[in-house]
């Protein structure tokens, strides 16, 4: 059995699990105004369980394979150094960026609608380290300057 093709495979549950996500975001609006006007709180409910949907489709997009290229947008930041630095960085300080807020929502914050919400920015971000991973592997594998033909 190749390990290899079957984590690659395994990576397409990215897809679904970003649609499910795109409808939890939606889904309070989806009920209709009525519904928010009587509970507020299914618009929080929602948001957090579409972080939690959008970490865990991150973590699958980590599994495909890092040799193969996805469109000419991504060859064209990968294989500039500049471009590849710079969005690795700002990868890095967005990963920094949820894991701080979610860590202080979730310690700072009593019980209620804030700390629903951080623990689904902790798994964004904890799933974003899987995805930095993976631009990693991309970004060195496919950058021109130490990789020339």
Request: with cysteine; proline share 3%.
């Amino acid at each position: 059995m190749n390990f290899k093709l079957a984590f690659h495979y395994l990576s397409y549950l990215q897809y679904p699990l970003m649609l499910s996500a795109l409808y939890c975001a939606f889904s309070p609006y989806l009920a209709g105004f009525a519904a928010l006007k009587a509970n507020p709180s299914l618009i929080f409910e929602g948001l957090n369980t579409a972080l939690i949907f959008m970490g865990l489709g991150l973590s699958f997009s980590s599994l495909q394979d890092t040799s193969k290229m996805q469109n000419k947008f991504s060859q064209n930041i990968w294989q500039n150094p500049a471009k590849g630095k710079l969005v690795i960085g700002l990868m890095c300080v967005m990963i920094l960026l949820f894991l701080l807020m979610g860590l202080a929502g979730y310690f700072f914050s009593n019980q209620g609608i804030l700390k629903d919400l951080s623990v689904g920015t902790i798994v964004l971000a904890l799933g974003m380290f899987g995805f930095l991973k993976g631009a990693l592997e991309i970004f060195e594998q496919h950058r021109l300057d130490k990789n020339s033909l």
